[in-house]
Nanobody, 124 residues
């Protein structure tokens, strides 16, 4: 069982940067692939980025490629999402997710555990 708690969201201006963190409980964090998803008002939840359980293999949605970076620190049981050059369309609730299969996935089905979400608002 893994519990995930996101933090780091907030209100920023266009072009600003923000780093989200997701702290995990449980002893098997290093065995999980981790992902970030987001959901804007009136929209479905969408994939943002994911990182494998080992070797640091990453994958990004086209909309954030080159601006966002996902990373993990298994010793701290934490996954991060560094978001640069933020745009108004990045405004959403961001969710952290953990997948026990250990492989990167871009859909909800690949993940077993979810955080409660953290709001990111980019103001123009």
């Amino acid at each position: 069982q893994v519990q995930l708690v996101e933090s780091g969201g907030g209100l920023v201006q266009v072009g600003d940067s923000l780093r989200l963190s997701c702290a995990a409980s449980g002893r098997t964090f290093s065995a999980y692939a981790m992902g970030w998803f987001r959901q804007a008002p009136g929209s479905e939840r969408e994939f943002v980025a994911a990182i494998s359980r080992s070797f640091g293999i990453t994958y990004y949605a086209d909309s954030v490629k080159g601006r966002f970076t996902i990373s993990r620190d298994n010793a701290k049981k934490t996954v991060y999402l560094q978001m640069n050059t933020l745009k108004p369309e990045d405004t959403a609730v961001y969710y952290c997710a953990g997948g026990s299969k250990g492989v990167i996935g871009t859909t909800d089905r690949a993940y077993d555990y979810w955080g409660q979400g953290t709001q990111v608002t980019v103001s123009s």
